[in-house]
């Protein structure tokens, strides 16, 4: 099991961008397949895209292309999302997942970081 | 894609069983036997119940149990308890690494 940690919760603007971090304790991580998925209370959770290990595999979510942007640094473990044109649809709280088989849905989820847009 | 199509909420009784049916088409549920369900309780993270349709990770009751039968994923949970209480998502493998959730079932023990 992998341990993540993400980043805080934070409050932006619309049109602005944020960007969330999602750091692991050891390099397993780096074995792993992230998938960043966000939740909405009341609705089920949305699929935002995947990162592979090494970081060089990317696929998005239709919804998303064009706005999301997901990064890894291997040599401090950390996996980045960053979300840009922010619209008040865009509040909710994002999760970090992790799984270490292609093609499986996510093993575990980070804590998630509430982003509220809001002007 | 289109979200995957769970009823919006379950109920039974303690030591009853329940089922939850996750319904999508060939090309996620009916194409792959990658589907994983989640447990959440309020205010706690998803934590996975169910991996590739029927597999129970370590330290999971052998209450929770899931199947597939064409386009539908199922989830039963036998011997009903009170902290079964709880927001239940199916999700699936779609193809070209993709994933699709379903919109998730309230389950409540009466």
């Known amino acids: 099991q992998v341990q993540v940690e993400q980043s805080g919760a934070e409050v932006k603007k619309p049109g602005a961008s944020v960007k969330v971090s999602c750091k692991a304790a050891g390099h397993t991580f780096n074995n792993h397949y992230v998938h960043w998925v966000r939740h909405t209370p009341g609705q089920g959770p949305e699929w935002m895209g995947i990162i592979d290990p090494g970081g060089v595999s990317i696929t998005y979510a239709p919804t998303f292309e064009g706005r999301v942007t997901m990064t890894r640094d291997t040599s401090t473990t950390t996996v980045y999302m960053e979300l840009s044109s922010l619209m008040y649809e865009d509040t909710a709280v994002y999760y970090c997942?992790?799984?270490?088989?292609?093609?499986?849905?996510?093993?575990?989820w980070g804590q998630g970081t509430l982003v509220t847009v809001s002007s | 894609q289109s979200a995957l199509t769970q009823p919006a909420s379950v109920s039974g009784s303690p030591g009853q069983s329940i089922t939850i049916s996750c319904t999508g088409s060939?090309?996620?549920?009916?194409?792959?036997?990658?589907v994983s369900w989640y447990q959440q309780h309020p205010g706690e993270v998803p934590k996975v119940i169910i991996q590739?349709?029927?597999k129970r990770p370590s330290g999971v009751s052998e209450r929770f149990s899931g199947s597939k039968s064409g386009y539908t994923a199922s989830l039963t949970i036998s011997g009903l308890q009170a902290e079964d209480e709880a927001d239940y998502y199916c999700?699936?493998?779609?193809?070209?690494?993709?994933?699709?959730f379903g919109g998730g079932t309230k389950v409540t023990v009466l």
């Open positions: 590739e349709v029927s």
């Open positions: 060939y090309n996620e549920i009916g194409k792959y036997n990658l």
């Open positions: 997942t992790t799984v270490g088989v292609w093609g499986r849905p996510p093993d575990y």
């Open positions: 999700c699936s493998y779609a193809g070209s690494s993709s994933l699709v």
